[in-house]
């Protein structure tokens, strides 16, 4: 099995549990039973052997990882256990995960900050506001790479304006178009002057026809190792623990109509995004800001 030079993965396990009540989060207050909590933690497990394994199997490759789990992550020990492994590993070039920050965050001492990075939501209603900041600015001490946003909802403007007065002019803070909204002009605008690059989500992208980088080097993986291009096409392409997707890497058109997500049009190369966000796609950090 030869991979590419680089292969970006997005990894979600059968975990789906979180300890928010979102309203507009369809896994709020999910409970995983301890049997569900035992497969995911294996899969990551077997998952984070396999991403190492490489590091002999394939050592021309450079492998960055995105976990983006239904549920909470980092209020489990093996998630931020999987993070810390993989960020001192030699063929990692970036680990990052979307979190709430609801855990504690002094276990990222342990990690080779120059390679994890965090991917933070704030969720006005879920936590005190004091207490996600005073996280934000700890993070800044430890030196970690982290973007942190919220989701574009008129209740959510003035705390996400607060926020960006009180975080340091480094870190960037992104806004997500609510789902299935439309914005005005004029409600449009007062999102992007907090995150300059909020018209990339104000809309979906078209994308049928369009090339993008999944299924080439970058793809979606979940618990049992089924490689698709990404989390939003059904379509496999083999297996990772068997090395059977690796045959099928390859430029391909979109399939899809649009595409209305972060973590699937950055991916359009048509949009350039990986030049706005250089060095932090993965952790959605725009060339120039952070670290």
Same mark, same amino acid.
């Given at each position: ?25 369809? +896994? ?13 933690? #294996? ?9 190492? =394994?490489?590091?002999?199997?394939? %050592?021309?490759? *450079? ?8 549920? =909470? ?8 256990? #999987? ?9 990692? =070039? ?22 994890? #990075? ?22 800044? =001490?430890?030196?970690? *790479? ?42 449009? #605008? ?5 995150? %300059? ?6 809309? $979906? ?7 993008? *980088? ?19 096409? $059904? ?15 390859? $430029? *391909? ?23 706005? +966000? ?14």
């Amino acid at each position: 099995m030869s991979l590419p030079e680089t292969l970006s993965v997005l990894y979600r396990g059968p975990l789906a549990s979180c300890d928010y009540d979102c309203p507009y989060c369809p +896994f709020a207050k999910r409970r995983d039973t301890p049997g569900q909590l035992r497969a995911d933690r #294996a899969a990551l497990d077997r998952f984070t052997d396999w991403v190492a =394994e490489q590091a002999g199997a394939n %050592p021309g490759t *450079r492998l960055s990882v995105l976990f983006t789990p239904w549920g =909470e992550g980092l209020v489990r020990s093996w998630y931020r256990a #999987a993070v810390t492994r993989l960020s001192h590993l030699a063929n990692v =070039e970036r680990v990052a995960i979307q979190t709430n920050l609801s855990g504690r965050v002094e276990w990222l001492a342990g990690c080779d900050r120059s390679t994890a #990075a965090l991917w933070a939501t704030f969720h006005p209603g879920q936590t005190p506001y004091d207490r996600f900041l005073a996280k934000c600015r700890r993070l800044g =001490e430890l030196g970690v *790479r982290f973007s942190v946003g919220v989701v574009g909802l008129p209740e959510h403007l003035a705390d996400a304006r607060r926020l960006r007065a009180d975080l340091a002019d480094g870190v960037y803070l992104w806004v997500n178009a609510a789902e299935g909204r439309s914005y005005t002009d004029a409600e449009a #605008a007062l999102w992007q002057e907090l995150d %300059p690059h909020f018209h990339y989500s104000r809309d $979906p992208h078209r994308s049928l026809g369009l090339a993008c *980088r999944t299924g080439d080097t970058v793809v979606s993986v979940d618990g049992e190792g089924t490689v698709r291009r990404c989390h939003f096409l $059904p379509t496999e392409l083999g297996n990772l623990y068997d090395g059977s997707f690796a045959a099928r890497l390859r $430029p *391909r058109p979109c399939p899809a109509a649009s595409c209305d997500c972060h973590i699937g049009y950055v991916h359009l190369e048509p949009l350039d995004l990986y030049e706005v +966000f250089r060095g932090g796609v993965l952790e959605r950090i725009p060339a120039g800001w952070g670290r």
